[in-house]
């Protein structure tokens, strides 16, 4: 079975500013990792995924994550964040070769401050 | 054009009711889903169906009952109403997008928010 740990449940950071959210995974089987966006009173939609090749990815709005086999992490980043950046962000796992069921972390609420 | 579309957007009713939630996608996909995200942001898969048959049912009281009339609807009826059914409920479907059946890229939809009162 699988489980994602997103560490901070809230994660306040003034306009222009670098972030960093964190997803941590276990897992026994090889995993594909996703991180999705949830804008207030609006559905999930995808940032970004890792299937395979370059550990680094990129995604929409300027967002990238690094997967890490060995701390088994895929953590999400941004350079510099703008105000529209502010949401629900949950990082997420599936089996490669499991059902098609994704298993969702508690999600981290990005604030980002004027 | 709304991918995955769902409706209600708002439900409000008491205890005891019936209600059902219709979720339509017109992205051509095989699978489809319902999610229940409580009132912390925990989101947690309740029923997967892959051209209309049941792939993934957890555990969900069986007063909760999905329905798949075609691969592109799949609506989910739910009885005899209680207070912890209160949540916001998202249906979504997906394609295949790499290798191995896990490579799913889920589209969702707005979600549905059901009060119990």
């Known amino acids: 079975a699988q489980s994602v740990t997103q560490l901070d449940s809230q994660v306040p950071v003034f306009e222009e500013a670098p972030v960093e959210l964190r997803c941590n995974y276990s897992s026994s089987v090889s995993v594909y990792l996703f991180w999705y966006v949830q804008y207030p009173n609006q559905g999930l939609q995808l940032l970004l995924k890792?299937?395979?090749?370059?550990?680094l990815v990129k995604g929409i709005n300027g967002f990238e994550a690094e997967f890490n086999k060995s701390q088994t992490s895929f953590h999400l980043r941004k350079p510099s964040v703008h105000i529209s950046d502010t949401a629900e962000y949950f990082c997420?796992?599936?089996?490669?070769?499991?059902?098609?069921?994704?298993?969702f972390g508690t999600g981290t609420r990005l604030t980002v401050i004027p | 054009d709304t991918a995955v579309s769902q409706t209600p957007k708002y439900l409000v009713t008491q205890m005891g009711n019936d209600k059902s939630i219709k979720c339509e996608q017109n992205?051509?996909?095989?699978?489809m889903y319902w999610y229940k995200q409580d009132s912390k942001k925990f989101l947690k898969i309740m029923f997967s169906?892959?051209?209309?048959?049941?792939?993934i049912n957890e555990t969900v009281p069986n007063r909760f009952s999905p329905k798949s009339p075609d691969k592109a609807h799949l609506n989910l009826h739910i009885n005899s109403l209680e207070l912890g059914d209160s949540a916001v409920y998202f249906c979504?479907?997906?394609?295949?997008?790499?290798?191995?059946?896990?490579?799913?890229?889920?589209?969702f939809g707005a979600g549905s928010r059901l009060t119990v009162l």
């Open positions: 997420a796992v599936s089996e490669r070769n499991g059902a098609n069921n994704l298993f």
């Open positions: 979504a479907s997906s394609q295949v997008v790499g290798q191995g059946t896990g490579a799913n890229v889920l589209t």
């Open positions: 169906y892959n051209n209309k048959e049941l792939i």
């Open positions: 992205l051509g996909h095989d699978t």
């Open positions: 890792y299937l395979s090749g370059s550990t």
